[in-house]
């Protein structure tokens, strides 16, 4: 359990007052209809593992149906093989070696501060005008909520979420029951894919036969191999039980032909040589769309079909603006596929990067077009392998290290623990699925790694890569030379008469405020969004700022 420990990083949220909100909301940011309702259930540690995507052992009618409904993506890839930087492309449509959070992992839970890296534990500064994009939209005033994982690299501000906890659900939303709620985005995290529940759920019956699995290449095919492939595939089943029983509540509460819903994994399978890694069995995941038809733009694909173009995660950021119909912000990475805003071009190129996993320092970056995926190791001397004590706890993979050491894996399956990398790496992932043969240094394919070398010299010197640096030089860089991280200004409340404004000196700070007209309102944190609010007799405010990163300003008080 305490191993488990150290993938929750549950960061609570509190629940907003709709009448409260709208009486300090400015007019443009009133509820029209257009506005959908968001779903994202999300999972974990999970390749496309669904029979829609033609997996044969396991039976997920649930999403099948979602699928046959909506639009299944075929060519989805995150942007890191593990959760937490790629939880940060997501939440801000940025790189993650492009803002600072791609060392796995910067935020150490107690009781194991500084365990695993090898700087002081740390929220990531990103840069200033970045924000969560859940922030854009309580502003445009939607009900945001977050059940329960965050796991950004950084401690979000309290503009981010209306609630994020293990209560959290649109239901909460202040006029739910009688209709008059606001729109919401919401989303479900299901755990029970998580690497983790290889061992955790080691009492469970199995779903899947041992004897049905396909093992691949790589693994030796033993009876633990197959037992623990079983385990995984056994709670992919389980969690399209769990999917099916948040459907039902939107349906139940007549909201399903009100509310987008997205399928996706936060990455590749928790099994060894597949998570962690930038192949792309750990970059590629299954991503399904259901769009009712009332919000479906000209030129959508029909329900039931199947997009074959190229999505990177650093895209669900503008796509969930793009369907709120909320303006994009300059600064994003990624580029909207779906709604009023969806990019004219389709992407060419997914990009991905590993770098430091807990202990093990490594620096990876990879991209794909599709078909040909071309990596370059800059720590060329690092083997492939990491040694990873959380991995240790699945029961394969401690007996791949026994057959290892004592000699009884073939050449495929010893791939993995080459001593060494190339500095370049070209792969066929048509005819090398597995992505073991190396063309890099295959004439016939030198129009192709010459391409692909260039699109990678093109996004680093567009995106940068913070790792380029040594993550104790680039975190001091965050801290502005300092050995601790800096605090955000104390916010300034500007009064005239009955108005108020609110001032935050440092640049790119987020402004949450309560603003209660009786003692007995609830606590509830909105977004400032430079709106002019009224304090009336009896009033009491209370002000918050935080750049992300930084640490939160003190707490302003006034009481009218």
């Not at 999505?311 to 603006?321: C, G, K, Y």
Request: glycine letters at 6%; aromatic letters at 10%; charged letters at 25%.
């Amino acid at each position: 359990m305490k191993k488990l420990a150290i993938l929750l990083l549950v960061f609570g949220g509190i629940a907003m007052s709709f009448m409260q909100h709208q009486l300090n909301q400015p007019q443009s940011a009133q509820v029209t209809p257009a506005q959908p309702n968001i779903l994202w259930i999300t999972c974990e540690d999970m390749s496309p593992h669904l029979a829609c995507y033609g997996d044969k052992e396991v039976k997920t009618p649930n999403l099948d149906q979602l699928a046959a409904e909506g639009i299944r993506f075929t060519h989805a890839y995150t942007t890191a093989g593990v959760c937490a930087p790629s939880r940060s492309a997501i939440i801000t449509g940025m790189y993650q070696n492009s803002i600072g959070t791609q060392h796995m992992r910067t935020l150490q839970p107690a009781p194991y501060p500084h365990k695993f890296s090898p700087v002081k534990t740390y929220s990531a500064v990103i840069p200033q005008d970045v924000h969560c994009f859940p922030e854009y939209l309580r502003k445009a005033g939607y009900y945001t909520t977050n059940n329960e994982k965050q796991d950004y690299q950084f401690l979000p501000p309290v503009t981010v979420w209306d609630e994020s906890s293990k209560k959290a659900h649109w239901q909460n939303r202040p006029g739910h029951s009688d209709g008059t709620g606001k729109p919401f985005f919401s989303v479900f995290n299901l755990m029970i894919t998580h690497e983790s529940q290889i061992w955790m759920r080691e009492n469970e019956s199995l779903l899947v036969r041992p004897e049905d699995v396909i093992v691949p290449a790589y693994y030796p095919d033993t009876k633990t191999v197959r037992h623990d492939i079983a385990r995984h595939l056994s709670n992919v089943m389980r969690m399209d039980s769990i999917t099916g029983t948040i459907i039902k509540q939107l349906k139940d509460d007549g909201l399903y032909d009100n509310t987008i819903i997205f399928f996706y994994s936060d990455h590749g399978d928790g099994l060894p040589f597949v998570k962690r890694e930038v192949f792309d069995r750990g970059l590629r995941v299954p991503l399904i769309v259901r769009i009712p038809e009332k919000f479906r733009v000209k030129g959508s694909k029909p329900k039931g079909s199947t997009d074959d173009q190229l999505i990177s995660f650093v895209d669900l950021a503008p796509t969930v603006l793009s369907l709120a119909n909320i303006p994009l912000p300059d600064y994003l990475q990624g580029q909207a596929f779906l709604g009023e805003k969806k990019a004219a071009t389709p992407r060419k190129y997914i990009f991905a990067g590993r770098d430091r996993m807990d202990m093990p320092v490594d620096r990876v970056r990879t991209l794909g077009d599709g078909r040909y995926k071309y990596y370059r190791n800059f720590m060329p001397e690092k083997p492939y392998y990491q040694d990873i004590e959380f991995r240790l706890s699945i029961p394969m993979m401690r007996e791949i290290l026994q057959l290892r050491d004592a000699g009884k894996l073939n050449a495929t399956q010893m791939m993995w623990f080459r001593k060494t990398k190339p500095a370049e790496e070209l792969y066929d992932t048509q005819t090398d699925p597995n992505e073991f043969i190396n063309l890099a240094d295959n004439p016939d394919y030198k129009a192709k790694l010459v391409e692909l070398r260039g699109q990678m010299d093109a996004w680093l010197k567009k995106v940068g890569d913070k790792a380029a640096i040594p993550e104790a030089d680039m975190l001091k860089q965050m801290w502005n030379g300092g050995s601790e991280p800096p605090q955000t200004a104390e916010p300034k409340v500007v009064k005239s008469g009955n108005s108020i404004s609110i001032r935050c000196a440092t640049p790119g700070a987020s402004i949450g405020y309560i603003l209660k007209h009786g003692p007995n309102q609830a606590d509830s944190w909105h977004v400032y969004g430079g709106e002019k609010l009224m304090l009336q007799s009896g009033d009491s405010l209370r002000v918050v700022a935080q750049r992300i990163g930084y640490l939160p300003s003190k707490e302003v008080k006034l009481k009218e």
